[in-house]
């Protein structure tokens, strides 16, 4: 619904609820022509957020005057961003990204007895936002989004009702204390041991000694990430409330095991996962950005259907810039910054390609491959699909709009960039070259409705090698995810390959 008051637009907001402060106004268009009642909700500098008789409305405030005890300080009004959710990175990144944003825009930080991070204006010593956050599970989270008590959810999670920007990846890692002599475990016998199917570490390549799993709250936003790739309830025995605590009792206990983010990892010490071949899977940090490692975690900032302050909408503007990024970087988190790499240190993907080369994979398939492959460098930009469906996830779809912006930028000059379609091993190989193929040209497709502007030969070209270049064995659900992807590759256009024009 839309009404006009005399110049000042009114929107039905997605907005439920209020705070203890709101207090009764009235809103009346310049002209005198009609006024509203409400009660106050919220004011951003911009506009006015009020409860009325009509419902939630959202009123521009260049259209009205506000009379009443709510009316808020127009000269310097003092905006909450308010942040709730996954509690180890709200605690350690957060309030080192408020710092640089504050700097960024030439205001002052300070962070009160409350926790409250203010941002003043230095000439007039103002307080013009305030940025918070408060830790809180993932039900409770959407509440406060929904009910207007808070703009912004950190989640590990997306949710088809609410906007979404990624904030930073971590990578999820197995951990046991420094003295336990194990050093790998493969990713089939980390499942079983998160299910609770092994008590004994001689079950998975270790001495003949308890193994115990420890955990967190089966409502803390890891945990639900951890179990939803597992595909059911993590049966940990020892259960902690926050990360620290975790890494902290695992260190202690000679003969404990725990999935952790490494960035929060402690002293604890991360074992190598392998996937059910044996093949090691690193969490390097081109790994984790391409979710090549299978439990890369993404960090997202979850936006409400609502009109968001200023502060907010340019605090989220801001993390994608290179400030932001080095901060994410320095508090052990992986970034969202492009990784560029030569492909000539792609070894092991080559070694496991003609070690996992099927019976319809070819020695001709993998010369085309090596032939792409020779002078060209990967970008950490890789493309995944939901499961079962055409459509890009979360994190892809952040990738587009970041390679968009890139391309717009001019980056890329004097390079050649293609699009490296690739599938799993399930089913016929011609059938999947041409599934890696239509992948491929997806990602085109949604890179040129996020550039529209974009002159075409600077598009990428589209190259599909089928199950050529596999990231883990296809025997798991997990490993036919990583196969299934669309790479960024660059090869300086001075080099040219007859595979890049085959068809």
């Not at 952790?260 to 081109?286: E, Q, Y």
């Amino acid at each position: 619904m839309r009404v006009v008051l005399r110049g000042a637009a009114i929107f039905v907001a997605l907005f439920m609820g209020g705070s203890a402060a709101a207090q009764d106004v009235t809103l009346t268009a310049r002209d005198g022509g009609l006024s509203l009642t409400g009660t106050l909700q919220g004011w951003d500098g911009e506009f006015y957020r009020i409860e009325t008789e009509y419902g939630p409305l959202t009123v521009d405030g260049q259209g009205v005057i506000c009379d009443g005890p709510g009316c808020p300080d127009l000269t310097a009004p003092r905006i909450p961003v308010r942040i709730v959710g996954e509690a180890a990175p709200g605690h350690s990144l957060l309030p080192r990204l408020f710092a640089a944003f504050a700097t960024s825009r030439g205001l002052d930080h300070a962070i009160g007895e409350d926790g409250i991070a203010r941002l003043t204006d230095p000439t007039t010593e103002q307080v013009l936002a305030e940025f918070s956050f408060q830790p809180l599970p993932a039900a409770e989270a959407r509440a406060a989004l929904l009910s207007g008590r808070a703009e912004l959810i950190l989640s590990t999670t997306t949710e088809p009702d609410l906007g979404e920007r990624p904030l930073a990846l971590d990578a999820l890692v197995p951990v046991v204390a420094p003295d336990n002599p194990v050093a790998q475990i493969s990713s089939a016998d980390l499942a079983r041991v998160l299910a609770g199917e092994v008590t004994n570490w001689a079950d998975v390549g270790g001495p003949d000694m308890p193994l115990v799993l420890h955990g967190l709250p089966a409502e803390d936003g890891l945990q639900q990430a951890l179990a939803a790739r597992l595909g059911r309830d993590i049966a940990a025995t020892e259960r902690h409330p926050d990360l620290a605590t975790l890494a902290a009792a695992v260190a202690r206990d000679p003969w404990a095991i725990a999935v952790t983010g490494r960035a929060v990892a402690g002293t604890a010490r991360p074992i190598t996962l392998t996937d059910s071949c044996g093949f090691p899977l690193l969490p390097t940090a081109l790994a984790v950005k391409a979710e090549d490692y299978p439990l890369s975690l993404p960090y997202h900032l979850l936006t409400p259907r609502r009109r968001l302050p200023l502060m907010a909408r340019e605090f989220l503007e801001f993390l994608s810039l290179p400030a932001a990024q080095a901060v994410i970087a320095a508090q052990g988190y992986v970034d969202r910054g492009t990784v560029r790499q030569p492909m000539t240190a792609d070894g092991l993907r080559l070694i496991n390609a003609i070690q996992g080369a099927g019976e319809e994979t070819t020695l001709a398939d993998l010369k085309r491959l090596v032939d792409v492959m020779d002078g060209a460098d990967r970008l950490s930009f890789t493309f995944r699909f939901e499961d079962g469906s055409s459509t890009l996830d979360a994190s892809s779809r952040g990738n587009i709009a970041d390679l968009a912006r890139l391309l717009l930028a001019g980056s890329f000059r004097g390079e050649s960039l293609f699009l490296a379609g690739f599938s799993d091993g399930s089913g016929a190989a011609s059938a999947n070259l041409d599934l890696s193929q239509t992948r491929a040209e997806t990602v085109l497709s949604a890179l040129r409705q996020a550039a529209p502007d974009l002159a075409e030969d600077r598009f990428p070209q589209v190259i599909a090698f089928g199950e050529a270049l596999p990231m883990a064995c296809d025997e798991t659900a997990a490993g036919r995810r990583l196969n299934r992807r669309v790479e960024l590759w660059l090869r300086p256009d001075f080099l040219r390959s007859d595979a890049l024009t085959e068809d």
